[in-house]
């Protein structure tokens, strides 16, 4: 048995306007610009997990989004945390649901906001995953790299993992975000893999993972329940499952694929996933009138007329209540927005 837990509890603050606290980036059509990217995710491991066997973890305040996202699923496979804690208890949980049910199934774990645009490529890698997992692996997806990003932690890959596998290696190093001149050497060296944080393993594999670096986490909640677990969690460690466990365990494999992965991060990817028109401008909804403009994103409601002109690689977002303005080489710094809204007191737009 597969079961498949996907992430889904960012808030998405590099995607506002669009991405709001009550509808934050992984309920919106951001990958091809209709299906919610937590729906795509769900459709894209079909192969792999029935409803049944997909389980959602989410914030608290976002069980209406995620029912209306992925009406199919079980109720009782929607975990809703009382509070956000990273990844570690993230995974933690997911794992000890799976345990209670099959302790030999194995879990495939990620996020709920990236963007795939080889969606068999990606599938068949999982499955090397999962064959590499039943045998006791704990095992993570590589991307190839297709540029030096600075923006992507990496992974040092090392000898073919033991048991012969074809497709499977094994993970030297974790390494963090780099400097643009290391990127570069990286991707020039061909041993660097982008880290997806794509994870693979058997329930209870991981279980004595998180019991031997994580014990209190372990504690909190093996065998609990779900109302146990509501009480119990805004006291675990907000820590990530690749710091907490992944870098700690003896050895850790990875299977590399060439998927066209996206970790849809900012508005730039809004412009590097969208079809272009000849001047490389990325419109979605508005009715675009372009004059000597290129390399623009634009998103506004559909039917509303935008005119660009004489302007070069910015993004522009109405919402109605809410216009970005902003170049797309500073996509990043959207979150400033937020924050400064924030601190002002302006809920009425986050």
């Known amino acids: 048995m597969v079961y498949t837990v996907i992430m889904a509890g960012g808030s998405g603050t590099r995607f506002w306007p669009a991405s709001r606290r009550a509808l934050p980036k992984q309920f919106l059509p951001l990958g091809d610009g209709v299906t919610p990217l937590l729906t795509a995710t769900i459709r894209r491991v079909a192969a792999l997990s029935g409803p049944g066997e997909v389980i959602v973890v989410t914030r608290a305040d976002l069980a209406e989004a995620t029912r209306s996202a992925a009406p199919e699923l079980p109720a009782a496979n929607v975990l809703l ?70 923006g992507y932690g990496y992974l040092h890959v090392g000898e073919a993992w033991p048991g012969g596998l074809a497709g499977v290696w094994t993970v030297n190093a974790f390494v963090e975000k780099p400097d643009e001149a290391r990127a570069a050497a990286y991707v020039a060296g061909g041993q660097h893999l982008w880290n997806a944080g794509i994870f693979v393993f058997r329930a209870d594999v991981m279980a ?102 004489g302007v070069h690689g910015l993004v522009v977002v109405d ?32």
């Open 81 to 150: 945390e009382p509070v956000g804690r990273n990844t570690a208890p993230c995974v933690a949980w997911a794992t000890e649901t799976v345990l209670q049910r099959d302790p030999s199934a194995v879990l495939v774990v990620l996020a709920a906001d990236a963007h795939i645009a080889d969606e068999s490529a990606f599938v068949a890698a999982l499955r090397t995953a999962v064959k590499a997992a039943e045998g006791g692996a704990i095992v993570t997806l590589g991307i190839r790299p297709t540029r030096p990003e600075t």
């Open 208 to 309: 004595r993972a998180v019991a031997q670096h994580l014990p209190a986490v372990a504690e909190a909640l093996r065998g609990a329940d779900a109302s146990t677990v509501q009480a119990r969690y805004p006291g675990l460690p907000n820590v990530s499952i690749d710091y907490a466990v992944m870098e700690k365990v003896a050895a850790v494999a990875v299977v590399p694929v060439d998927c066209g992965w996206s970790d849809v991060g900012s508005w730039q990817a809004a412009w590097e996933l969208g079809d272009r028109d000849a001047s490389n401008n990325a419109v979605r909804g508005a009715r675009a009138v372009v004059v000597d403009a290129t390399e623009n994103v634009v998103v506004a409601p559909a039917g509303k007329t935008v005119a660009l002109i």
């Open 319 to 350: 919402t109605g209540d809410a216009l970005l303005v902003i170049p797309r080489e500073r996509a990043q710094d959207v979150k400033r927005a937020v924050d400064a809204l924030a601190a002002a007191g302006r809920d009425d737009v986050l």
